[in-house]
C-alpha cells in the first residue's frame, strides 16, 4: 500500500512538472489574444515576468491535480499589465526602467509603467509612502525619463495623486473610501434625475450628508457626500469595489473657480458606482480644515420707529434675502492653497513636463473613477496639474467600475476639458450624476464631437469583471469597498484596439492578483471581518484573491486553445 502511494504521489509530480510547460503556450495565446493584431493602429502591450510567488501558486496547484485553476492563473501573470515603481531610489529606478524598457523594446511591445512615488501617497493609509518632499521628487522622475530614454512608453502617472489631494486627508487620518451618492434635489427637472445607467455604488450610499455640490439648479444636480450607514443587501458575485484608501475630507484650497466638495467612497471606472471621496470645494465654501467665514449679517436695516413714516409707496429697505457683495466679501480673491496641496500641482506639472519632452513618452493624469468625483471637481485638478501638456488622463486604475460607466465619464471628462479650453466654467459640464438624455443635450450644444481636439483617456480593466462590490447592509463598520473585496474576477484583456475614438487603450494597471492591503474596515483587526483571514499588506501576492479573479473573470479566461472549426 506504502509503495502505491508512493508511486502515485511521484507520478502526480512528473505530471505537474510536465504539464506546466506545455500550459504555457497555448494559455498565453489564449489570454493575450486581443492584444496580438499587427495592425498599425494596434499597439502590442508588454508582459512584465510574473511575481515570484504567483508562479509558487501555480505549481502547488498543478501539484495537487487542479490543471484548470494552474492554468488559468498562469494565463493571468502572462497577461500584458503595468509595472509599478515607487519608493525606489533614484539610482535604482533608473536601472528598473532602463532593463524594462529594453526588454520591451527588444520584444516590439510597448510596456505600461504605473509611477507611484508622490510625496504624501495614500494620505498615509495601507500604501503610504513616496518621496521625501518636492525635490526628491523631481530627482526621482529625473531617474525615471533617463532611464526610458528615447524608447515608446506609455506612463500611468501618479494613481489617485490628484482624486485625493492632501486637502482631502485633513479631516481623516486614515483615507478611508466609501461610496458617496450624488443625490438630486426636489427642484430637479425629472430628466436629470439618475437612471439605471449610473453606477450601483451611487445608489448605496445613505447616511449623514457632509457636502453639497454647488451646480445650476436646472442643469445640474448637486452632488451629495454620505458616509455608507445604510447599504442594501449584497447582490450575487457580480459587483465591485472602490478606491484605494482615502478620506472623506473637503480641499482646504481652491482657486475661485474651483467647484465644490466631490463624492468620495470607495476605487482602478466608469459612470460606475462611486464610492466618496472628498470634493473640492467652491471659493464660498470654508474648508474642513478651515473655520467658516463670518456669515454677512442677517440684521437689515428698517424705519426707526421714532421716525414718520416715508411718503413714497415703495419703503427704501433692503431686501433681507440676498445680502450685498460688500458684505460676503470679494468673491473674485483667489483661496490660498495649502502648502501640501500646492507643492502636489507642482509636483504632478514637473513630472508632465520632464516625460512628455523625450519624445515618445506618452503621459497620463489621475482621474479617479465615475464613482468618485463629479466632473466638475476632477476637471479643475486636472487643468492645475498640466493635463494640456499630458497625453490625456486614466480611469479606474485599482478600482472596479464598469467599463461602460468608465467610457461615458471619460468622454464627459474629455468634453468638459474641451469647454473650459474654450472658456467655459467647468461647474457648468454634464455630470455623470444627470440622466443620459440631458447630458448628451448638453454635448450637442457645447462640445463639437471631434475627437482630435480633445483628450483621451486609458482605463483599468485589470478586475472590473464583476463591477463594484456591494456590502451586506450592517456587516461592518466601514465598508472599504475597494479594499480586496470578495468575488471580484478579471475584466476586459489588455489591448489598443478598444472601438472608441477618446479611449486609448484598455489595460490591466493594478497587478490581479496584489493585495490593496490589510482591510480592517474599522475595526481593530487584525481580520479583515468580510473575507475573516488576515489579508496581506499592500502590493504583496494574495492567492485567495488571485483565484476569485481566475473564477470570475468576464469574459472568462480560455486555458486550452480550441482547434478552429469544431
Not at 485633513?170 to 434625475?193: C, G, I, K, R, V
Not at 439605471?196 to 450628508?209: F, M, N
Not at 475661485?256 to 471621496?277: C, F, G, I, T, V
Not at 483628450?455 to 464583476?466: A, P
Request: contains cysteine; aromatic residues 6%.
Amino acid at each position: 500500500m506504502r509503495k502505491r502511494r508512493k508511486i502515485l504521489t511521484v507520478s502526480t509530480a512528473v505530471v505537474a512538472a510536465a504539464t506546466l510547460p506545455l500550459l504555457i503556450s497555448p494559455v498565453v495565446s489564449a489570454a493575450a489574444r486581443e492584444d496580438d493584431d499587427d495592425s498599425s493602429r494596434t499597439a502590442r502591450l508588454y508582459a512584465p515576468p510574473p511575481d515570484r510567488d504567483s508562479y509558487r501558486q501555480v505549481a502547488r496547484l498543478a501539484w495537487r491535480g487542479d490543471f484548470r485553476d494552474s492554468a488559468g492563473l498562469l494565463a493571468m501573470v502572462r497577461t500584458p499589465q503595468a509595472v509599478w515603481y515607487g519608493d525606489e531610489s533614484p539610482e535604482r529606478v533608473e536601472a528598473l526602467v532602463r532593463r524594462t524598457t529594453r526588454s520591451a523594446d527588444m520584444q516590439g511591445r510597448l510596456p505600461v509603467l504605473a509611477l507611484y512615488n508622490i510625496p504624501g501617497r495614500d494620505c498615509g493609509s495601507y500604501s503610504s509612502g513616496g518621496a521625501d518632499g518636492l525635490a526628491a521628487y523631481e530627482a526621482w522622475i529625473d531617474a525615471v525619463a533617463e532611464g526610458i530614454g528615447d524608447r515608446e512608453v506609455l506612463i500611468v502617472l501618479e494613481p489617485d495623486s490628484l482624486s485625493l489631494l492632501p486637502s482631502d486627508c485633513a479631516d481623516e487620518s486614515n483615507a478611508d473610501q466609501t461610496a458617496a451618492e450624488q443625490q438630486p434635489t426636489a427642484e430637479q427637472p425629472a430628466e436629470q434625475q439618475p437612471t439605471a445607467e449610473q453606477p450601483a455604488e451611487e445608489q448605496l450610499a445613505a447616511g449623514q450628508q457632509t457636502a453639497v455640490e454647488q451646480q445650476p439648479a436646472v442643469e445640474q444636480p448637486p452632488a451629495v457626500e454620505q458616509p455608507p450607514t445604510d447599504l442594501p443587501p449584497l447582490p450575487d458575485p457580480g459587483a465591485s469595489t472602490s478606491p484605494p484608501a482615502a478620506s472623506a475630507a473637503q480641499d482646504a484650497a481652491q482657486s475661485p473657480d474651483a467647484q465644490s466638495p466631490d463624492p468620495r467612497l470607495p476605487a482602478s471606472e466608469d459612470p460606475a458606482p462611486k464610492p466618496a471621496e472628498a470634493q473640492e470645494p467652491s471659493g464660498l465654501e470654508p474648508s474642513a480644515s478651515q473655520p467658516p467665514a463670518p456669515e454677512p449679517s442677517a440684521e437689515q436695516p428698517g424705519t426707526l420707529p421714532e421716525l414718520p413714516p416715508l411718503p413714497t409707496p415703495d419703503p427704501v429697505t433692503p431686501d433681507p434675502v440676498t445680502p450685498d457683495a460688500e458684505d460676503v466679501g470679494d468673491l473674485d480673491t483667489p483661496v490660498v492653497e495649502d502648502p501640501e496641496t500646492a507643492a502636489r500641482y507642482s509636483e504632478i506639472n514637473y513630472a508632465v513636463d520632464a516625460l512628455t519632452a523625450l519624445g515618445n513618452t506618452s503621459v497620463y493624469l489621475d482621474a479617479g473613477h465615475a464613482g468618485w468625483h463629479s466632473v466638475s471637481s476632477i476637471v479643475p485638478r486636472l487643468i492645475k496639474a498640466g493635463i494640456d501638456r499630458a497625453t490625456g488622463f486614466a480611469l479606474n486604475v485599482s478600482h472596479y467600475q464598469t467599463d461602460p460607466d468608465s467610457a461615458w465619464y471619460g468622454r464627459l471628462i474629455s468634453s468638459c476639458l474641451a469647454y473650459a479650453d474654450e472658456g467655459g466654467d467647468p461647474e457648468d459640464c454634464a455630470d455623470q450624476s444627470w440622466s443620459r438624455r440631458h447630458a448628451r443635450r448638453w454635448l450637442h450644444a457645447h462640445v463639437p464631437d471631434e475627437p482630435g481636439r480633445m483628450k483621451h483617456f486609458v482605463t483599468d480593466t485589470s478586475r472590473n469583471g464583476q463591477g463594484p462590490w456591494a456590502p451586506r447592509a450592517g456587516a461592518h463598520l466601514d465598508a472599504q469597498s475597494w479594499c480586496n473585496p470578495p468575488a471580484r474576477g478579471l475584466g476586459r484583456r489588455p489591448t489598443t484596439r478598444t472601438g472608441d475614438a477618446l479611449l486609448d487603450a484598455a489595460l490591466w494597471v493594478k497587478t490581479p492578483g496584489e493585495s490593496d492591503g490589510r482591510c480592517l474596515r474599522g475595526t481593530d483587526g487584525p481580520l479583515d471581518p468580510v473575507r475573516g483571514t488576515v489579508n496581506p499588506d499592500a502590493g504583496e501576492w494574495f492567492p485567495e484573491q488571485a483565484l476569485e479573479l481566475v473564477r470570475y473573470a468576464e469574459p472568462s479566461v480560455e486555458v486550452f486553445r480550441r482547434t478552429h472549426g469544431r
